[in-house]
């Protein structure tokens, strides 16, 4: 009898970890097929690089926070996936990191979850030097991602529901 419970407990967490491995697969596959669509969301302009931010979501707010260098004057455009969201996040694009008190928000967009949203370097420097007299062209800004705290969320162990990513795609003007 001893064999026999314990050959079904042995089982039965193997089968817990397939599920799990399986559905940590699925969730990378997605991200996969997501950032192809950030990407064809770019055209007319040349892809040059994502970044995919990943997170579990908390009985607390989280900030998670991404750094983009514009070059040379050049155009970007950037290509905001949330379809890999099961609750909803808050996107601030910044001048300066979160360390800084004299920050400009440049622009904040709600809704991410489940959509593909584009944002140009062009309207962010137009917002920057209209609340900055003088200022030259940006040549960086910083993406905030502010992750809502979900009540019941497993803090120590977070469940696949609770697991998150915004895929960041950028291209630029040729």
Do not use: C, H
Not at 49 to 75: A, H, M, P, R, W
């Amino acid at each position: 009898m001893k064999k026999i419970l314990t050959i079904v407990a042995i089982f039965g967490l193997g089968l817990v970890i397939a599920q799990t491995a399986s559905n940590l697969t699925e969730f990378k596959e997605n991200i996969s097929r997501q950032k192809v669509e950030a990407k064809k969301a770019l055209k007319p302009y040349r892809y040059d690089g994502s970044k995919v931010t990943y997170f579990n979501f908390k009985t607390y707010k989280q900030v998670k926070e991404v750094e983009i260098y514009l070059f040379n004057n050049t155009d970007y455009r950037f290509s905001f996936n949330g379809k890999s969201l099961p609750n909803d996040v808050k996107i601030k694009i910044f001048d300066e990191d979160k360390t800084s008190s004299e920050r400009i928000l440049l622009k904040e967009i709600d809704g991410v979850q489940g959509n593909n949203l584009l944002v140009e370097s062009g309207d962010l420097n137009k917002t920057y030097q209209s609340k900055k007299d003088g200022a030259p062209r940006l040549k960086r800004v910083f993406v905030d991602y502010e992750i809502p705290g979900i009540p019941g969320a497993q803090n120590k162990k977070p469940t696949m529901k609770e697991r998150g990513a915004v895929i960041l795609v950028m291209g630029y003007k040729n």
